[in-house]
């Protein structure tokens, strides 16, 4: 199946700063890519549709200010999570569709201290 | 709204048994159903899918069950191994977007 990357893999960052992380596609293109939040023991909730060329789409209640979403490529979206705060502490995982399927990336850990 | 639901929340099996695992959805604009494998610190991984026009689906020990009229869907595995413990989220899918069941922790136990 297609293989979808995330970096870093985990980052610890001081409340107040901004963190980046990376989804590649790394053996097809994706127009779309979609970024997920996982807390501990719960299922996946999706936060965002990144579309390459445009804005991306939030879901309700998601942030649009605080979760910057930027399709730089068709194998590249970038999530920036801005001024974190401790409740931004999670499991963060991104996926890109291919054909009919969806490809998912390992996550990123972030915690906020 | 939780547009799909998934049952049980956790489950425990004897190695070599059927683990079973059930979910049911509402909107019938759902088009594909696929079904994710979890390890802790892991992303899911896709381990299985079925369109609606197709009742059944196996892969190796994984099997899809899909009842349409029910609106509900369900995973087999068969002579589970330890090696499946892990948390599986059923998952339905319109447009690209996929809404997750709330998943379900598999234990296999010798």
């Known amino acids: 199946g297609a293989v979808v990357s995330q970096h870093p893999s985990w980052v610890i960052c001081k409340s107040g700063t901004s963190v980046k992380i990376e989804c590649r596609s790394l053996?097809?293109?994706?127009?779309?890519m979609f970024w997920y939040r996982q807390f501990p023991k719960q299922s996946l909730m999706l936060m965002a549709t990144?579309?390459?060329?445009?804005?991306?789409?939030?879901e309700q209640g998601v942030e649009k200010d605080k979760f910057l979403i930027n399709h730089a490529s068709l194998t590249l979206s970038t999530l920036t999570v801005t001024s974190a705060h401790p409740e931004d502490s999670s499991f963060y995982i991104c996926s890109a569709p291919d054909h009919y399927e969806q490809y998912f990336g390992p996550g990123t850990r972030l915690t906020v201290t | 709204q939780q547009q799909v639901k998934q049952s049980p929340q956790s489950l425990i099996v004897q190695k070599g048994g059927i683990s079973i695992i059930n979910c049911a959805y509402e909107n019938t604009a759902f088009d594909y159903f696929p079904w994710y494998q979890q390890f802790p610190g892991k992303g899911p991984a896709l381990l299985i899918a079925?369109?609606?026009?197709?009742s059944e689906k196996k892969e190796g020990r994984f099997t899809i069950s899909f009842n349409k009229s029910a609106k509900q869907f369900s995973l087999h595995i068969m002579d589970s191994q330890p090696g499946d413990s892990a948390t599986y989220f059923c998952?339905?899918?319109?447009?690209?977007?996929?809404?997750f069941g709330t998943g379900t922790r598999l234990t296999i136990i010798p």
């Open positions: 998952a339905a899918r319109r447009r690209e977007k996929l809404t």
């Open positions: 079925i369109r609606p026009d197709v």
């Open positions: 990144s579309n390459e060329g445009s804005k991306a789409t939030y």
């Open positions: 053996d097809f293109q994706a127009t779309t």
